[in-house]
């Protein structure tokens, strides 16, 4: 009988391997979703307000198999200096924040971690007004990132059930916003 070579299983973006905030290792598929929202954030940005946004989405959506995960990152001006610890200590202080969050990354340029890597390769455009923010910080004296790379703290990618990346959203797109909104309700009928 012929010997069938193994094939190793594909690499999902739902398998890439990160760490929680505390440390720990593990991967988006031990997360208790079907659909997941992966949100770059930082604790001194002018959008930080959307900590309590997103909270009261994951509260609304989560018995429906939604998830937030929230991935620190100190890639624009140094916006989340914290540690780990003081991150978590922040995000429950400040806005009671449930849901998961994972320890600090980089999500633009050469080192950004294999995560973004994968939710940019597989989406490289940006729902919302991802232009009018960028001129936005220009005018500020910012110097921005080139697409498809991230552009700045609290860009939003929506994972559907399947594992496949289904949206992704500006920075300035509030948790709110009824775009974003119809896009979690489609994922999560999908």
Known sequence: MPCRAQVAPSVT??????SDITGNSTSLNEVDADVILVVNVASKCGLTPQYEGLEALYREYKDRGFAICGFPANDFLGQEPGTNEEIAEFCSTNF??????FSKIVV???????LYRELIAARPETAGAVQQHRERLEGFGIAT??????L????KFLI?????????FSPNMTPEDPELRSAIDAALAG
């Not at 009671?96 to 969050?101: A, C, G, H, K, S």
């Not at 990132?145 to 991230?150: G, H, M, R």
């Open 96 to 101: 009671d924040v449930t849901f998961p969050l």
């Open 13 to 18: 973006i739902k398998n890439i391997p990160v």
């Open 108 to 114: 633009t340029g050469d080192d950004k971690h294999e």
């Open 145 to 150: 990132t080139q697409a498809p790379e991230v």
């Open 160 to 168: 559907g059930r399947d594992g496949s990346v289904v949206g992704r």
């Open 152 to 155: 700045w703290n609290f860009e």
